[in-house]
């Protein structure tokens, strides 16, 4: 699902970008609980053609020795057919590249900016993100290429060096590590197979790629790599065949080198059984259906995670909060106009100028009726049920013609059963409703000043939904008993009765208990439950609209307004209170407090959606 992939990107990019604004002790936690896919080797092993077969565009520097001296976020959003290729660093801002040779220099220039034009290397990375409708969703880090000696113009320790910054990355349990191995090398010896042996000895976290195939001396191959048997891994490795030099100087494109790659499995008489599972097409779909499934079974982490981070971050504003004083006047009008412009948001989201009230509609449409259909009506009309229902109503006299007080009993019970549905509908849109406060408070800009004032008029809103809640319940409870308190007479007179041959109701006993009868009146009760089942979703969410979302709308902070107009200037000037001192604390708190909310709504949307 490359909607989960994507949302991964973009709370990665959430991260980088509230990296500029200082140290923050929780942001590598949440960088780090999001899966991402190292790239893994030794200089010269191919890193470089193996991204850029995934990208399908020439847009990394290209050279002998050190080339890649900085960590290389690469961030690719898939977008629609028929959209332009583009390409964006976040240091250069909105700034759009649809030239991907300046792609290729900016990156370089970027490197150089940092570590000078010598061959120094540096852990800051550079974030580069490309849209194209020719890639798959994905997060992928290029890093320095894995060397045993350094070269002229670096120091003795660039070795050490480069393995350090390696294994920052690779170490994390939550990294996927695409390890880049030349075919035209013994496995044995490969940096990238080393490293991953270490940190990832049972293969899980291991995707094995061996390149250069076509340049194998003649009479070898690399089948016992390619199916497992020199070195196994969790999942199968793939092979890739990078442009060759000549095809890099006469500017072969992506598009001939592909088809050229798969040309090649198709008809070699080695890989040919292979070729299905071959070539830099399959790799990016292989890493983009396996990123998915990784991300899938984070989730929940990610969750808790970032909902004890929330939990940090309010606490942490709600100290933080105390605003400059003014007139009385002046700061009840501030006060409000704060309102009104959260609870303009709120109706916005239950209106559909924004998302969140379509899942109000959701519980009628899809929750409610699940739930009346799971009703244990078949259990409770269950013959022995009936039979035992039925004998108990009728004491030491049985009854006559029908066994009315049987019906009612029977009828009670099943209709109980209605109230549950009905109170976790009430329960429902008042979670969404609690949902859609917390949403429209963050969204609202203005608040984000003033957290002493933000968290009075959360208080505030939840307080009334919790007595919207308590109003919708009574009234949904209430129609569930009038169904119960009073009988459709006329649907009963109107069900067809056995006579006997005189024309008169049967009246023997003996056939009081029999299982046809039983059966016939589990059948009639069936039916009426089925009806009132037919009202009551229709009526519920009519109940829960009116005394919850219509009230919602009409009179969510009316309380709250009426307790301002009581309160005095220095209670109201505690509401809008400021500390200059921390004012630059509280903005960075701020942000991090968005980043995280929105990363929470968005991955709740992303599997409200699923």
């Known amino acids: ?114 570590t000078g034009k010598t061959k120094q290397i540096s852990p800051l990375p550079i974030n580069l993100s490309i849209y194209s409708p020719n890639v798959v969703n994905l997060t992928l880090v290029d890093l320095p290429g894995l060397t045993k000696v350094a070269v002229e113009g670096q120091p003795e320790s660039i070795v050490q060096e480069i393995e350090d910054m390696v294994r920052s990355y690779v170490d994390k349990p939550n990294c996927i590590l695409l390890a880049i191995t030349p075919a035209n090398q013994d496995i044995a010896t490969s940096d990238a197979i080393k490293i991953a042996r270490e940190v990832d000895p049972t293969g899980e976290r291991t995707i094995g790629v061996l390149t250069k195939l076509d340049l ?38 992506m598009v001939v080198a592909r088809r050229k790659e798969r040309e090649f499995f198709a008809t070699s008489p080695e890989y040919g059984h292979l070729a299905k599972r071959m070539g830099s097409e399959y790799l990016a779909k292989l890493l983009s259906k396996h990123l998915e499934s990784v991300i899938k079974a984070r989730i929940p982490a990610i969750l808790s995670l970032i909902n004890s981070s929330i939990d940090e971050l309010e606490a942490e504003m709600s100290y933080l909060g105390k605003p400059v004083a003014i007139d009385a006047s002046a700061q009840l009008y501030a006060i409000l106009e704060l309102c009104r412009a959260f609870d303009r948001i709120f109706k916005e989201h239950l209106e559909g100028g924004r998302p969140g009230g379509d899942r109000i509609y959701a519980v009628f449409d899809y929750q409610l009726p699940v739930a009346l259909r799971k009703l244990p009506l078949d259990r409770h009309l269950a013959m022995q049920n009936v039979r035992k229902v039925v004998s108990e109503a009728d004491g030491y006299q049985p009854h006559l013609i029908a066994p009315e007080q049987g019906y009612r009993r029977l009828i009670d019970g099943a209709l109980n059963y209605f109230r549950g549905p009905a109170e ?46 308590g109003d919708s319940k009574k009234t949904v409870l209430r129609m569930v008993e009038m169904e119960s308190s009073y009988l459709t007479v006329d649907f009963f007179r109107k069900l067809p009765q056995d006579v006997d041959k005189g024309g008169s109701p049967t009246a023997s006993t003996a056939d009081r208990y029999t299982e046809g009868h039983l059966r016939r009146i589990g059948s009639n009760i069936s039916s009426y439950v089925g009806m009132v089942s037919d009202t009551l979703r229709n009526t519920i969410p009519k109940a829960v609209v009116y005394c919850q979302v219509r009230e919602a709308k009409r009179c969510l902070l009316d309380h709250f307004y009426t307790q301002l107009g009581k309160m005095e200037g220095h209670k109201l000037s505690h509401l809008l209170d400021e500390d200059p001192v921390l004012m630059e604390r509280r903005q960075k708190c701020s942000r991090r407090l968005e980043l995280y909310k929105s990363a929470r709504d968005e991955i709740d949307s992303a599997l409200w959606e699923k």
């Open 424 to 469: 976790a509908s009430v329960d429902a849109v008042h979670f969404i409703l609690k949902e859609l406060v917390k949403k429209s408070i963050g969204e609202t800009q203005e608040l984000r000043r003033f957290p002493t004032l933000r968290s009075e008029i959360a208080s505030a809103a939840i307080e009334a939904l919790e007595q919207f809640r």
């Open 1 to 114: 699902m490359e909607g989960v992939i994507g949302l991964v990107n973009k709370i990665q990019r959430a991260c980088t970008l509230l990296g500029d604004y200082g140290d923050d002790r929780t942001l590598p936690t949440l960088w780090d609980a999001l899966p991402t896919i190292v790239v893994l080797g030794g200089q010269s092993s191919g890193k470089s053609s193996v991204l850029e077969s995934i990208v399908g565009r020439d847009f990394l520097p290209r050279g002998s020795g050190i080339v890649t001296r900085r960590p290389l976020v690469l961030q690719l959003y898939k977008t629609e057919p028929g959209q332009q290729d583009y390409a964006q660093f976040l240091h250069t801002g909105n700034r759009k590249f649809l030239d991907f040779a300046l792609v290729r220099s900016e990156i370089q220039e970027e490197t150089d900016r940092v």
């Open 216 to 253: 194998m001396d003649k009479g070898t191959n690399a089948l016992d790599v390619l199916e497992g048997r020199s070195y196994r891994l969790q999942h199968p490795w793939v092979g890739l065949v990078n442009r060759s030099q000549a095809d890099l100087n006469k500017n072969v494109d």
